[in-house]
């Protein structure tokens, strides 16, 4: 049995945080071995105890307001290979269907050259709504495939920190500290690359979206 811990990360927007939550705990169908909040806000802590360690949480905080890059960081280095998957999710995403986080990570277990399984979000920008989705934005980019009755889009495009499963195995990372272009997502995505390792996206193309950025 593969342990799984659920990460998410905020930066003190509480009230999308509650949503947030009360989405993972109802639609990611895993019994997660442990659940994390990564906290950017560090007046926002004494809330987030008294919230969150009755549902199970356990709160990490930075002592000062240090960015994303850093947060995802810390979280690594506090993971220490302790759990076998992660489930990533940020404080502004709610999920639009229940997620077999499980198959997902059948999925990746099939194929080790997978960074990561990342659920669909809705569009966001202009190409993006003119194309339809996200995906179909940059369709050229991904190619379909299927295992054992699961569908999912493969391409060595970018790592996203969407709501996302990955395995323990790339959070030594390091993860890159950037606050300008690149940015982290890109530039760990080309250290991924270098390795050989791949994207996927659950689903197929002319999926619904899976979860919807709300912040």
């Known amino acids: 049995m593969?342990?799984?811990?659920?990460?998410?990360?905020t930066n003190g927007r509480l009230d999308l945080l509650a949503r947030t939550i009360e989405s993972a705990e109802k639609n990611l169908q895993c019994?997660?071995?442990?659940?994390?909040?990564?906290?950017?806000?560090?007046?926002?802590?004494?809330?987030?105890q008294s919230w969150y360690c009755s549902k199970g949480f356990e709160i990490y905080n930075n002592s000062?307001?240090?960015?994303?890059?850093?947060?995802?960081?810390?979280?690594?280095?506090?993971?220490?290979?302790?759990?076998?998957?992660?489930?990533?999710l940020e404080e502004d995403f709610?999920?639009?269907?229940?997620?077999?986080?499980?198959?997902?990570?059948?999925?990746l277990k099939h194929d080790f050259s997978l960074a990561q399984m990342a659920l669909v979000r809705q569009p966001i920008n202009e190409i993006e709504l003119a194309a339809g989705?996200?995906?179909?934005?940059t369709q050229e980019r991904y190619t379909p495939k299927k295992w054992d009755g699961y569908d999912w889009l493969e391409s060595n495009f970018c790592f996203t920190n969407n709501p996302c499963v990955y395995p323990d195995l790339i959070t030594r990372g390091p993860y890159p500290q950037r606050t300008s272009w690149p940015w982290g997502e890109s530039a760990f995505s080309?250290?991924?690359?270098?390795?050989?390792?791949?994207?996927?996206?659950?689903?197929?193309?002319?999926?619904?979206?899976?979860?919807?950025h709300i912040g």
């Not at 269907?97 to 059948?106: A, K, L, Q």
């Not at 080309?190 to 791949?198: K, P």
């Open 2 to 9: 593969d342990d799984i811990c659920l990460i998410v990360f």
């Open 31 to 48: 019994d997660f071995k442990a659940k994390w909040i990564i906290n950017d806000c560090p007046e926002a802590y004494s809330d987030l």
């Open 64 to 88: 000062v307001k240090s960015g994303y890059c850093y947060s995802i960081q810390k979280a690594w280095n506090e993971l220490r290979s302790r759990y076998d998957f992660i489930f990533h």
């Open 94 to 107: 709610i999920f639009n269907e229940p997620i077999p986080v499980m198959d997902m990570i059948r999925v």
């Open 133 to 137: 989705s996200i995906l179909k934005a």
């Open 190 to 212: 080309e250290l991924l690359r270098s390795h050989g390792y791949r994207f996927g996206y659950w689903g197929t193309m002319d999926q619904k979206p899976k979860v919807t």
